[in-house]
T-cell receptor, first 113, second 115 residues
Framework: DSGVTQTPKHLITATGQRVTLRCSPR?????VYWYQQSLDQGLQFLIQ???????AKGNILERFSAQQFPDLHSELNLSSLELGDSALYFC????????????FGPGTRLTVT | AQTVTQSQPEMSVQEAETVTLSCTYD???????LFWYKQPPSRQMILVIR??????QNATENRFSVNFQKAAKSFSLKISDSQLGDTAMYFC????????????FGKGTRLHILP
């Protein structure tokens, strides 16, 4: 158990819908990272928040957005969902601003039908 | 752009054998970190080992060691005395040591340890 929690574990929804994935970092960690793991694209970095502020952005679509709240938990919002958004979404956390030692959550499996 | 290449999509070895997973990367950076992550069937991503590019000594963590060749931009993972629990997907990853320090992952190598 890494100490990072993600909810829900599984999510099945239809195209065009909007979903919210939630992540709670390890106690004391200030950074939260979001990753997407799909069969064809592998593991891709989406976005990072550090102490409530966006710090780094990767290959995140405009239909996707995220935020980190004062209690440091984070939410990833996915809207206008397409079949290709079906993937495993990971959250990770680290103490500092750089992902030198990050701990991954168990992931949320999103299926878009 | 930085890239990470894992040339072995899948490998199988017998339990107790030694196996080496290959990874090459492309970058113009001089200072960076390299990582190996393990993803077992449970899907949990677990950091196996990491290496700072400025360190010449190869990192070692119990049965896991790396062969870091900076000039060749190669970062292979050696697993000694392989165990059934080592069965997993292994990802090589690169992270530059600059403001834009985002991790880039390879496509992964699926490793099967056979009893």
């Amino acid at each position: 158990d890494s100490g990072v929690t993600q909810t829900p574990k599984h999510l099945i929804t239809a195209t065009g819908q909007r979903v919210t994935l939630r992540c709670s970092p390890r106690s004391g960690d200030l950074s939260v990272y979001w990753y997407q793991q799909s069969l064809d694209q592998g593991l891709q970095f989406l976005i990072q928040y550090y102490n409530g502020e966006e710090r780094a952005k990767g290959n995140i679509l405009e239909r996707f957005s995220a935020q980190q709240f004062p209690d440091l938990h984070s939410e990833l919002n996915l809207s206008s969902l397409e079949l290709g958004d079906s993937a495993l979404y990971f959250c990770a956390s680290s103490v500092g601003a750089a992902p030198w030692e990050q701990y991954f959550g168990p992931g949320t499996r999103l299926t878009v039908t | 752009a930085q890239t990470v290449t894992q040339s072995q999509p899948e490998m199988s070895v017998q339990e107790a054998e030694t196996v080496t997973l290959s990874c090459t990367y492309d970058t113009s950076e001089n200072n960076y970190y390299l990582f190996w992550y393990k993803q077992p069937p449970s899907r949990q991503m677990i950091l196996v080992i990491r290496q700072e590019a400025y360190k010449q000594q190869n990192a070692t963590e119990n049965r896991f060691s790396v062969n870091f060749q900076k000039a060749a931009k190669s970062f292979s993972l050696k697993i000694s005395d392989s165990q059934l629990g080592d069965t997993a997907m292994y990802f090589c990853a690169f992270m530059p040591m600059n403001r834009d320090d985002k991790i880039i992952f390879g496509k992964g190598t699926r490793l099967h340890i056979l009893p």
